[in-house]
Nanobody, 118 residues
């Protein structure tokens, strides 16, 4: 089992920045690819970004390319999502997820709320 805990959400003005963290425990963090997803009220959960085990591969949704950066620190068992130039449409609950197989997520965090005021 992998336990994931997100933090760093909050209220930010449009154009502002936030950095989300996802702290992992329970298994060797470097064995897992990590992903970020979000879900806004009344909408389905959507993919935001992903990073491979060794940070060699990253992937982003078109809606966040150039504004969000995914990273990880395997020594700290933590993944990050740096969000810049935030827009009201970025407001959602953000979740991190872990997978041993790329894009097949097995473990999920509880989510952290991001609110963007216009």
């Amino acid at each position: 089992q992998v336990q994931l805990v997100e933090s760093g959400g909050g209220l930010v003005h449009s154009g502002g920045s936030l950095r989300l963290s996802c702290a992992a425990s329970g298994r060797t963090f470097s064995n897992y690819h990590m992903g970020w997803f979000r879900q806004a009220p009344g909408k389905e959960r959507e993919f935001v970004a992903a990073i491979s085990r060794s940070s060699g591969i990253t992937n982003y949704a078109d809606s966040v390319k150039g504004r969000f950066t995914v990273s990880r620190d395997n020594g700290k068992s933590t993944a990050y999502l740096q969000m810049s130039s935030l827009k009201p449409e970025d407001a959602a609950v953000y979740y991190c997820a872990a997978s041993r197989v790329w894009a097949k997520y097995e473990y999920w965090g509880q989510g952290t709320q991001v609110t963007v005021s216009s």
